[in-house]
């Protein structure tokens, strides 16, 4: 008879066993269990017991995650069974050459149907291929692709990433397992990583790719333990006591049962319509994806016909990889040019020789300014990697110095500027250089009145930007209070303006008159006023006036109003030129309703902070942020740990899952309703 464990002893491994268990809960079902405080309890309560007595660590204990001492060099691991690389295809033509060949190897009559081949699509995921080789369910090492025959041994590393168990689950795990997948970082974390490293003044990382790659091959295992890494698992290498389901797809749900994170957007598809379309929906949910992809990946699903199709060369048959258009290319810089912004600011733009990534043609990128020039070290007639990553606007992500030609210019700030040539000047403690000419120059007019006649301004409807550059050349506009004498017959001598058109654009801009002052504030276009502080202005002041004789102390004793912030409003509302302006404004008819001193709604959100992601079934963003913000809640673009609520509808992205991560309280758009007393019914 078996002697009873020690009490000790039986705690610790049932400790072992629960943290390994909602491991498995957060990173392979996404479906945590306990909140992150109490996970970290038990771990603590783990590494008290193993700190009395560290006779009882094992390699497969969860506090055995952090790093390592320092390795001189990796050594090289040999892959049981070769990594191989898989065949692309870059149009829908080329999947449909794909299933035509698998047909004809097959000998399928009809490749269409119910008779259509099954494959199994998933996410390609831009990592690194790594394998992890299990003996009775421990983690025995991990090593990299290398060329496909032999990799290097990143064990140290793989150890300190939480989504890959150091002790599988189960009681049906195979004598010897090797895994194969992808360690990737998900884009929140790589973000975090960037940020971190702008704090630092250290050089960023140009993708998330890169991100894992660097991480992975670092000496110091303790480095990689602090990049947050994860990982999903595609495949099985090499086994010992385990026979193969029938499908892939089998294979892969049985990884999943042993602990093992698999890749929840995975379909099972028919033929290659049924590989089109899901790369059509995932080609528009790609952004919204908390981590980055390529493309899809389909595999023969049946094992069957993976065994009659083979290999080719160094290619399984049956797989291939559909690639999305590439979001990284090189071109040349041809040159900078400087735009000029409604506050004056100075933006670089680099102009590109035209090249198609991402899906477009692109010949502009933003460079920010010229901090961000030197920090790239970039020179007119260098050869760039530019990205474009979905919506995002296109932007250089390295120089390649290798391709530098010889009497390459170097790019200098203007020293006046180049619309109206005042003066520009670069405050200390301020990366952002500006033009001094306000009042005369018309870039910053013109950006002034786009950004007044915007919809969450005045709402000048019809009132575009191309007909806003004509108004300010021709001179019909030197100020904004200009917009007010405007007359329909003028407006009908501008190109393509008819006569009835003009009188549309008339009747918007009498309409606009009758405004809150809240959305007045925000119109003015103040440095750092977004219209969250317009609003908190509006409710503490109630009307103009008081905004207008406020000092720079009564400004920043409001929540959220720093002295920054305080000073850029003291100093518009303290200029002679914008107080005149807005008493013009008054004396030409705008009305402005005053604000309630506080809110007089059922439910006051006030120090509540609030994001919003994803599409919402019954309603905008804009209009459940208009809604929080009328009860005093603070929107955010972004998740912190100072978020208090995040409202999340179909499609979101990074943000819920950085919500998870932070155990914020999350709400669908009825739950944010019912927080704030509203029926569905009232939308």
Known sequence: MNEPLPESLTLLESLKAQLNQHNYNYYVLDEPAIPDAEYDRLFRQLQDIE??????????????????????????????????????????????????????????????????????????????????????????????????????????????????????????????????????????????????????????????????????????????????????????????????????????????????????????????????????????????????????????????????????????????????????????????????????????????????????????????????????????????????????????????????????????LPEVCPVCGSAVVALEGEVVARCTGTLICPAQLKESIKHYASRKAMDIDGLGDKLIDQLVEKEYVRNIADLYRLRANDLALLERMAEKSAKKLIQAIEISKKTNLAKFIFALGIREVGETTASLLAKSFQNIENIVSADVDVLEELPDVGPIMAKNIFSFFSTDENQENINELVRLGVSITPAEAKSTQANDLDGQRFVLTGTLPNMSRDEMQKLLVERGAKVSGSVSKNTTYLVAGESAGSKLLKAKELDIQILNEEQALVLMHISSQEV
């Open 51 to 412: 700190q009395q007595d560290p006779k009882l660590i094992t390699a497969d204990s969860p506090t055995q995650r952090v790093g390592a001492a320092p390795l001189d060099k990796f050594k090289q691991i040999k892959h049981k069974l070769p990594m191989l690389s898989l065949s692309n295809a870059f149009n829908d033509e080329d999947l449909i050459n794909f299933e035509n060949r698998l047909s004809d190897r097959l000998k399928l009559d009809n490749n269409q149907g119910e008779k259509a081949i099954e494959f199994v699509a998933e996410p390609k995921l831009d990592g690194v291929a790594v394998s992890l080789f299990y003996e009775n369910g421990l983690l025995i090492y991990g090593a990299t692709r290398g060329d496909g025959e032999v990799g290097e041994d990143i064990t140290q590393n793989v150890r300190t990433i939480k989504s890959i168990p150091l002790t599988l689950i189960g009681d049906s795990c195979p004598k010897v397992l090797e895994v194969r997948g992808e360690i990737f970082m998900p884009k929140g974390a790589f973000n975090t990583l960037n940020e971190r490293a702008k704090k630092r003044d250290e050089k960023a990382f140009v993708n998330p790719r890169n991100a894992a790659a660097g991480s992975l091959r670092q000496l110091d295992s303790n480095v990689t333990a602090a990049r947050s890494l994860s990982m999903c698992a595609y495949s099985i290498g090499f086994t010992e006591g385990y026979d193969l389901p029938r499908t892939h797809y089998e294979m892969l749900k049985k990884l999943s049962t042993w602990g093992l994170p698999i890749n929840h957007e995975m379909e099972i598809v028919k033929g290659s319509e049924g590989c089109v379309q899901y790369y059509k929906l995932l080609t528009i949910r790609r952004d919204d994806l908390s981590y980055e992809i390529d493309g899809i990946v389909f595999k023969v699903n049946e094992f069957s016909q993976q065994a009659d199709l083979g290999f080719v060369s160094r290619s399984p048959r049956w797989a291939i990889a559909y690639k999305f258009p590439a979001q990284e290319e090189l071109t040349i810089l041809q040159s900078v040019d400087f735009q000029v912004g409604r506050t004056g600011a100075l933006t670089p733009v680099a102009r590109l020789e035209p090249v198609f990534v991402g899906g477009v043609t692109v010949s502009n990128a933003t460079l920010h300014n010229m901090d961000e020039i030197n920090r790239l070290g970039i020179r007119v007639g260098d050869t760039v990697i530019i990205r474009r990553a979905g919506d995002v606007i296109p932007k250089i992500v390295k120089v390649v110095v290798d391709k530098r030609p010889e009497g390459a210019g170097q790019i200098k």
